[in-house]
């Protein structure tokens, strides 16, 4: 008897403080609440997001990221963590002009925009540990280009795996 209530508080006592550990350290989930990743990512897909990649290599052009908010966007009363895609790498010159971005003065290839970007920005170069970030919805996206640089230490991990709705389950690329 006592070993079967041992196990009845253990067991789930053990589960959860381990749910809490993957969360905090290894793996979260997050739904996509808004259209500024489009097409990419759809409102309401859900995702997996890897806290531990960044600790093992450093953010590449590409990344989808999931960040806390800059101090500009805490200024602004925003609180949650923000889904976007790394443009602009420390050290790099980033502009947007005639449609395309522009990274060290050279067009960027960008299959996965929504539309080209009908504004200008910059020249700017990507201060040291920070990161450069649009959304993949260019015209309709509150990002790096209206707010500036996210610091790496803001950077929560990378989003890897859609896991619903169940016809897009898959990588992100």
């Not at 990649?53 to 990221?65: A, E, H, L, S």
């Amino acid at each position: 008897m006592k070993t079967i209530c041992v196990f009845l508080i253990v067991v789930p006592l053990f589960s959860v403080v381990l749910a809490i550990l993957l969360r905090a350290f290894v793996l979260e989930v997050r739904y996509i609440p808004s259209g500024t990743m489009l097409p990419t990512l759809q409102i309401n897909d859900r995702l997996l997001i890897d806290k531990l990649i960044y600790r093992f290599q450093k953010p590449q052009r590409g990344d989808i990221v999931v960040f806390s908010p800059t101090d500009t966007l805490i200024q602004q009363n925003l609180k949650d963590a923000f889904i976007k895609r790394i443009i602009g790498l420390p050290g790099e010159k980033v502009e947007v002009k005639g449609e395309k971005v522009y990274i060290n003065d050279q067009p960027l290839q960008e299959n996965y925009i929504a539309e080209a970007p009908d504004y200008q920005y910059g020249p700017v170069t990507v201060p040291p540990n920070s990161y450069f970030v649009l959304g993949d919805d260019r015209n309709n996206s509150y990002d790096s280009h209206y707010w500036g640089f996210v610091p790496r230490e803001l950077i929560i991990g990378k989003a890897t795996k859609r896991y619903w709705p169940p016809d897009r389950i898959g990588s992100l690329k």
